[in-house]
């Protein structure tokens, strides 16, 4: 599946856009400010429901405007889909072929994307948050039980926390404390051990692709770190309860999971140089795509974002080789030099869609 053509209302900073692309390499140049990067984000809002890089979707917003459109003509294997999201007055509808969905949910998974972008990095530096929000990322794509999971835990974790904050830090009915466990146990549950299969799954396909970007000199490794690798969830909420009550709000579960990264034992943050860390990052998106092949059968779009700006040419000459490999379906690309990102597009072999974004406010 592909997109063929994306048009863009008062989306970001563009007031109006078409785009017509093709089924493989797409090159969008322009100077900086001029909304690549927002084209790609469009392209992953059709597919997730949701920007890739702000949660609030009132701030997607052209200024001075009170709606949003995005509509996207996608084919697949020769069959026409048309989505349209509009985001209007606080409430956002998702259209696939004119009938509305009844719930965004449901949206989810029907097209896939992997972006790599220069902010990634902060899944390395950020917070522990940057990290679940991407891997919660992947595992909603690919399993609507997972994000249905995800959000019933959510919703159970703010009410016990509304609990608890009414508490102001004095046990007051354990029972009805005790009362949220019939949901929030089987949902975290149900996620922590998705999350252990799936890291599990995929950090052999990760160490390969690592280890080719950086020519097989170190070995990476993904970590899932959560108190229930130790004891189940019952246990947990037992042993926090006291704490749970003293703190206002719940102090453990999958909310609070991580994950770690590591070269040769060591954690990257601490000790890896600023080209491990581009290269785990990339290698980290590239076994996601990988990854996604091989559960769904479909082959997701690659969002690649002003990535040869921040990468040096050994690491971009690897990666394109990768990207260079069969498997690899529509790639959008955007560059402020359309003629560097061509000259390492030429491993690619075959013809390009050059187009340059003009458009903005």
């Given at each position: 599946m592909f997109v063929e053509k994306i048009q863009l209302f008062h989306f970001k900073n563009h007031r109006s856009l078409v785009l017509n692309l093709q089924d493989g390499v797409n090159i969008l140049?322009?100077?900086?400010?001029?909304?690549?990067?927002?084209?790609?984000?469009?392209?992953?809002?059709?597919a997730n429901g949701k920007s890739y890089f702000n949660s609030i979707d009132s701030q997607l917003i052209l200024h001075n405007e009170n709606f949003f459109t995005i509509k996207a003509q996608l084919q697949n294997e020769d069959e026409p889909t048309e989505i349209l999201i509009q985001f209007e007055q606080g409430k956002k509808s998702i259209k696939k072929n004119g009938k509305a969905y009844q719930r965004i949910a449901d949206h989810?998974?029907?097209?896939?994307t992997v972006m790599i972008s220069p902010y990634d990095i902060e899944l390395v530096l950020g917070a522990s948050e940057e990290r679940r929000r991407?891997?919660?990322?992947?595992?909603?794509?690919?399993?609507?039980?997972?994000?249905?999971h995800l959000m019933v835990y959510r919703k159970v974790i703010d009410q016990r926390n509304a609990l608890?904050?009414?508490?102001?830090?004095?046990?007051?009915?354990?029972?009805?404390?005790?009362?949220?466990?019939?949901?929030?146990?089987p949902s975290g549950s149900f996620i922590h051990a998705f999350r252990q299969k799936f890291t599990e799954e995929i950090n052999?396909?990760?160490?390969?692709?690592?280890?080719?970007?950086?020519?097989?000199?170190?070995?990476?490794?993904?970590?899932?770190?959560?108190?229930?690798?130790?004891?189940?969830?019952?246990?947990?909420?037992?042993?926090?309860?006291?704490?749970?009550?003293?703190?206002?709000?719940t102090t453990g579960g999958v909310h609070k999971d991580d994950w770690e990264f590591t070269l040769n034992e060591?954690?990257?943050?601490?000790?890896?140089?600023?080209?491990?860390?581009?290269?785990f990052v990339i290698a980290l998106k590239i076994s996601q795509f990988r990854y996604f092949q091989e559960k769904t059968g479909k082959t997701?779009?690659?969002?690649?974002?002003?990535?040869f700006e921040k990468i040096d040419e050994q690491r971009a000459h690897a990666l394109m080789e990768l990207v260079a490999s069969e498997g690899f379906g529509q790639i959008i690309v955007t560059d402020t030099h359309p003629e560097?990102?061509?000259?390492?597009?030429?491993?690619?072999?075959?013809?390009?869609?050059?187009?340059?974004?003009?458009?903005?406010?």
């Open positions: 140049s322009g100077s900086n400010g001029v909304g690549k990067t927002n084209c790609l984000d469009a392209i992953h809002y059709i989810v998974g029907f097209l896939q991407f891997f919660d990322m992947i595992l909603c794509q690919l399993s609507t039980e997972y994000l249905h608890l904050k009414q508490w102001q830090g004095r046990m007051q009915d354990p029972d009805l404390l005790e009362s949220f466990h019939a949901k929030l146990i052999p396909i990760f160490q390969r692709i690592y280890q080719h970007l950086s020519g097989g000199k170190e070995t990476p490794s993904l970590q899932y770190s959560s108190p229930l690798n130790e004891c189940n969830f019952v246990e947990l909420l037992k042993q926090n309860q006291w704490n749970d009550v003293m703190a206002m709000r060591n954690p990257l943050k601490k000790f890896g140089s600023q080209g491990q860390i581009k290269s997701p779009i690659l969002l690649l974002d002003d990535i560097r990102v061509e000259h390492h597009l030429r491993l690619l072999g075959g013809e390009h869609n050059h187009i340059q974004v003009v458009n903005a406010e």
